[in-house]
């Protein structure tokens, strides 16, 4: 399971004080910011995946991808 991921120049976690949120940085994990504010329709993130085009994140709903870094998710089919 991987709490952390790399795409391109940023770095892309679940939020350790909110697993609803994700957060990115672009200076190698020295600051972080708020990705993804989380949602009642995607649940708490447990794992993130990087398949090239998407991120799947594993969450207390289901899985869920997103096709732009992380900052909008749509269940898998």
């Known amino acids: ?7 391109g120049k940023e770095l892309i976690r ?3 004080k909110d697993n ?3 957060e990115k940085s672009t200076n190698g994990g ?3 910011i ?3 504010n ?9 794992d993130l995946t990087d398949i090239g085009k998407e991120i799947l ?3 207390s709903k289901g899985l869920f991808k ?9 269940r898998k089919s």
């Open 38 to 46: 989380g949602s009642s329709s995607v649940g708490e993130f447990q």
């Open 66 to 74: 997103s096709t732009n870094d992380g900052i909008s998710w749509i």
């Open 57 to 59: 994140g594993t969450t």
């Open 20 to 22: 609803k949120k994700l």
């Open 34 to 36: 708020t990705r993804f």
């Open 1 to 7: 399971m991987s709490q952390i991921i790399t795409r």
């Open 14 to 16: 679940i939020s350790p």
């Open 30 to 32: 020295v600051s972080w």
